[in-house]
């Protein structure tokens, strides 16, 4: 499995909001394992932090805004296509306003700045959510819908048709997401002729000029609006090129406003949280059609993460027998409560216990109707976890381990005589200064029955 990044050392932007006009400082910022995205408005008191979550979209009105107890962030979806498309899994991005600078309407300059701070490598495993059966949604209303297929890699494809001659139809594909810099990354923004005009009623756009947004034609242009488009945009003479596109822009590619739509899906379902291995196909895409997806997809990942139940071959030999745990754990009968390891690496390991009639605890945990008590349970878990990091140390007899937290317990199942429990705990953080900070799930009869996040130490026995 490929390790989570993040980037070597904080990097500055500055510009404006495209929709707000206002000058704005952009920061991206290191993060920690397990962090994903995130905004922060250091503008406001307390610097409240917006996580980069489907379930935080309020509006798709000319972008894909957030909004998290009363604090919004406007247009995130080409910054988060940036992060996205270089592979990079935890920042945190700083604003002193609430929208991103528009830069020149892509995710250029972003891509540029990420780079020049370095990706480096991370400790723990990148997750990733692999796509087993076709998954769809559709917006009936605008006929827009987006699906997503089983495939070896993250690939993206947009059919756009605008109903318009100076567009028309074009497509877009991104095989490999190493192709994002390249490909996809300098493909700008677009407005049509029509649009631009109510943009320009409703007090939108502050922040355009002819370098951020293409601007096609749709419709004849009267004197009149032409010369309110010189006078928003700062020129003294406005044209329109002979492909339909206002004054001397050039275009990239000639399906330039297919790949941006592109790189706005990879934005935008940046929201899901999760790496995804799946080919996306959007028919009409937008940031409406784009979110709404994400969030179904975001829901499906949750439920499958939850409910998944991993397999283990239980007639191989253990990787450490009942005699190996004795000899690292310091816990002993009748409260050692794992009799077998089945994995371990520096960032999970895999435990299990045939729960039996004889254990001690059923005599009174009930009497006729004998049930293992969740709190063994979570001990139980936890003493698979104290493997993990009495691991790090070369003489974990000498050790002890304590409790230090434990966070969002849930059972889901009641566990009786005769299952058989199989744990299996991975780091949340690293492990420093002997703290092992970690998410724990027991399974059994493919069902699982209990997780929750713990937090433990070791220390040296007096």
């Not at 827009?144 to 497509?171: A, R």
């Not at 291995?277 to 937008?286: D, L, M």
């Not at 003493?383 to 070369?394: A, E, F, H, K, R």
């Not at 703290?435 to 209990?450: E, G, P, R, T």
Request: hydrophobic share 40%.
């Amino acid at each position: 499995m490929a390790k989570q990044r993040t980037i070597a050392k904080e990097v500055e932007l500055k510009g404006v909001g495209l929709h707000t006009g206002e000058n704005v400082t952009m920061k991206f910022l290191p993060a920690q394992e397990n962090h994903g995205y995130a905004f922060k408005r250091v503008d406001l008191e307390g610097e409240p932090i917006i996580e980069a979550d489907a379930n935080y979209v309020i509006n798709t009105q000319r972008g894909t805004n957030l909004e998290k107890r009363g604090v919004k962030i406007q247009t995130s979806e080409h910054v988060l296509a940036a992060l996205v498309g270089l592979q990079i899994d935890n920042v945190l991005i700083e604003l002193d306003a609430p929208e991103p600078p528009i830069m020149d309407g892509s995710s250029k300059f972003f891509v540029e700045a990420l780079e020049k701070a370095g990706i480096v490598e991370q400790e723990v495993n990148r997750e990733e959510y692999i796509v087993k059966e076709v998954i769809s949604y559709k917006d009936e209303a605008t006929g827009s819908e987006i699906t997503i297929i089983p495939s070896q890699e993250y690939q993206v494809t947009t059919m756009v048709d605008f109903g318009t001659k100076v567009l028309g139809t074009q497509n877009a594909t991104l095989e490999h997401l190493s192709d994002f810099k390249e490909e996809i990354a300098n493909a700008r923004t677009f407005s049509f002729l029509h649009e631009l005009e109510m943009l320009l009623e409703h007090g939108l756009i502050k922040g355009g000029d002819l370098n951020n947004a293409i601007v096609y034609v749709d419709k004849e242009i009267s004197e009149s609006t032409m010369k309110k488009l010189e006078k928003a945009f700062k020129k003294k003479k406005l044209s329109v090129k002979p492909n339909g596109i206002l004054d001397n822009l050039t275009l990239h590619q000639p399906n330039e406003a297919a790949r941006h739509k592109l790189l706005d899906v990879i934005g935008d379902l940046a929201l899901t949280g999760t790496r995804i291995r799946g080919k996306v196909i959007a028919n009409k895409p937008g940031h409406y059609v784009n979110t709404q997806f994400a969030k179904k997809l975001s829901k499906i990942i949750k439920l499958e993460k939850r409910n998944s139940v991993p397999q283990y071959d239980l007639n191989e030999p253990p990787l450490m027998d009942i005699h190996q745990i004795m000899a690292m754990l310091p816990h002993r009968p009748p409260f050692l409560l794992i009799d077998r390891i089945l994995e371990l690496s520096d960032t999970h390991v895999v435990g299990m216990k045939n729960v039996s009639m004889n254990e001690p605890f059923f005599v009174g945990h009930f009497p006729g109707a004998p049930v293992m008590p969740g709190v063994l349970q979570v001990e139980a878990m936890a003493q698979t976890g104290g493997i993990l990091v009495l691991s790090t140390v070369p003489d974990p007899e000498n050790y002890l381990t304590f409790f230090m937290k434990i966070d969002n317990v849930k059972f889901k199942q009641k566990v009786l005589p005769g299952d058989t429990l199989i744990f299996h705990c991975s780091l949340i953080t690293p492990i420093r200064r002997g703290i092992c900070h970690m998410q724990a799930y027991a399974y059994a009869n493919n069902k699982l029955v209990c997780e929750a996040e713990m937090m433990a130490q070791i220390a040296k026995k007096k």
